[in-house]
């Protein structure tokens, strides 16, 4: 009975928390809604041996993304046979320099793209998406570094599936990632993505 | 190709336009680890097998309501008990694993592999030759198999419960018995990660379980029908 009493006490109605509104996360050019499918996970991530320290940001994003969902949403794992990736990932040029990272004030010393072909008669991605980062010599190694981080992670973003960019500065998917790390409102977008039917499929899975 | 902005950006091609309880654990394995050994005479073991049935862990709204849950799980369970006046009392470790899953309209997704360790002491009570009906308090105690991206990340729930079951029995010969036994059992349920993502209160779970079980009969029993 004292323990019957204990499960009773302060047991209230279970409330869910509010979340913040998402931005929107289809591509935005062609109203595209893609997330990896359950059965697709973990995701599996090939980076070019000639990325150098890129392939430990890209695992800092991974783990970052991992990190916001609830449900297992999406998991995902790097290999290293190139036949067997979901998501490519390459650096355009030299391997940059393996610096250790600063909080110094965000400098643009980088870029990157996740490029996805066009689907299918299918509806499915025909080949898995490519990401691909550059950096410019013109700035100091740390900088490079510190830039190539937060663009990993943006584009992790990007390639788990949030295909358009936020509005905000504050978000790691504005188009200029000021922050390394998803903010509520990435968190908040990448939650409903992964609860909204997508409209195109992965690519079929390597054998 | 486009490239939507020079720092970062995804592209598609514009021609697309198709769309801790374990102190806890610790009193219960000796209150029936004493239980058995009080009276080594009239002690019996006996092992379990069946399903068991749970009720949500959590609802949740992210884009559509949805609730996720155990699915019906294989349940293995070992009980040991003895005779104290006209009770029984006991002690009972049972374990059931299976997918738990998240059920929204759009269709399901699994969270993770879900495995629960239910220790219990029972007192037992003879209703009938053949009935008996017990009453139960334990712990659950979750062990997923993924926690990162999950709701377990910050930590595993230990969680009280309580539980009222009936069993019938009939003897196979003058050393076993073969039972079914019925269990509710309830508990409470949240976790540190629910708790730090808003989450307020904590679910009430039920749990509905039908058990085969074999005993071995005490010696100092077996001639009494």
Known sequence: MALAALLAAGCGAVTVPDRPDPYAFEEQQTGIVFHWPADRLPVRYWVDPAAGPVAGYIARGLEAWEEQFLYGEFRAVPVTDSSEADVVVRVVGATPADVPLTNDPPIFACGGVTRYDAPDAANRFPRPPVVELSWDSGYSEVDVANCLFRVAVHEVGHSLGILAHSPDEFDLMNANPRVAAPSVRDRATAEALYHTVPTVLPPERPR | ?225
């Open chain 2, 1 to 225: 190709m486009i490239t939507p902005s020079p720092g970062a950006g995804v592209s598609l091609p514009l021609s697309t336009r198709r769309r801790s309880g374990l102190p806890l654990l610790g009193v219960v394995t000796l209150l029936g680890a004493g239980a058995v050994a009080a009276s080594p005479a009239s002690a019996q073991v006996g092992v379990q097998v069946g399903l068991v049935v749970s009720s949500n862990l959590v609802s949740d709204s992210i884009v559509d309501r949805f609730s996720v849950r155990a699915n019906p799980a294989l349940a293995l369970g070992v009980t040991g008990e003895t005779r104290l006046d006209r009770y029984r009392v006991g002690a009972a470790l049972t374990v059931s694993r299976s997918d738990l899953i998240g059920r929204e309209p759009q269709g399901e997704f699994t969270v993770t592999r879900l495995t629960i360790w239910h220790p219990s002491v029972y007192l037992r009570q003879p209703l009938r030759p053949w009935l008996s009906g017990e009453a139960r308090l334990g712990l659950m105690i979750y062990s997923p198999s993924v926690r990162a991206g999950t709701l377990f990340r910050d930590g595993t729930p230990v969680h009280p419960a309580v539980g009222l079951g009936l069993r019938v029995e009939r003897r196979l010969g003058q050393a076993l018995a073969l039972g079914f036994a019925g269990h509710y059992d309830l508990h409470r349920f949240s976790t540190p990660r629910l708790r730090a993502e808003g989450f307020t209160g904590q679910t009430y779970v039920h749990r509905v379980s039908a058990l085969f079980s074999l005993r071995r009969i005490p010696v100092g029993e077996r001639a009494t029908p």
